[in-house]
């Protein structure tokens, strides 16, 4: 089992910055893509950033140019900096890995592992 904790959430003003973390734990294991979603009040969860295992970046158009995925170098610790942030931001965020996890000797197919989620929320 992989286990993300979330953190960096709260409230902000228009225009203003966040930057949520993402710390994944949980024995040994190997984590493909990555990615961080959104859902407000209302709507389905959608996706907004993406990292793949080989470093392609993928934005939604909403927050193309205003937010920043990035992970650490050991692939355990991903990253979201959000810049320019507006009302329409707020949501709860969730980041979610796709990875194996290792036991009986050999790695295990690929699955997909979702953070407890942080509230973002955008307001004057």
């Known amino acids: 089992q992989v286990q993300l904790v979330e953190s960096g959430g709260g409230l902000v003003q228009p225009g203003g910055s966040l930057r949520l973390s993402c710390a994944a734990s949980?024995?040994?294991?190997?984590?493909?893509?990555i990615g961080w979603y959104r859902q407000a009040p209302g709507n389905q969860r959608e996706s907004i950033a993406s990292?793949?295992?080989?470093?392609?970046?993928d934005y939604s158009d909403s927050v193309k140019g205003r937010f920043t995925i990035s992970r650490s170098s050991d692939k355990k610790t991903m990253y979201l900096r959000m810049n320019s942030l507006k009302f329409e931001d707020t949501a709860i965020y969730y980041c979610?890995?796709?990875?194996?996890?290792?036991?009986?000797?050999?790695?295990?197919?690929?699955?997909?592992?979702w953070g407890q989620g942080t509230q973002v929320t955008v307001s004057s």
């Open positions: 949980g024995g040994t294991f190997v984590i493909d893509a």
């Open positions: 979610n890995v796709n990875a194996r996890t290792y036991s009986e000797g050999r790695y295990w197919a690929p699955v997909d592992y």
């Open positions: 990292i793949t295992s080989g470093g392609t970046t």
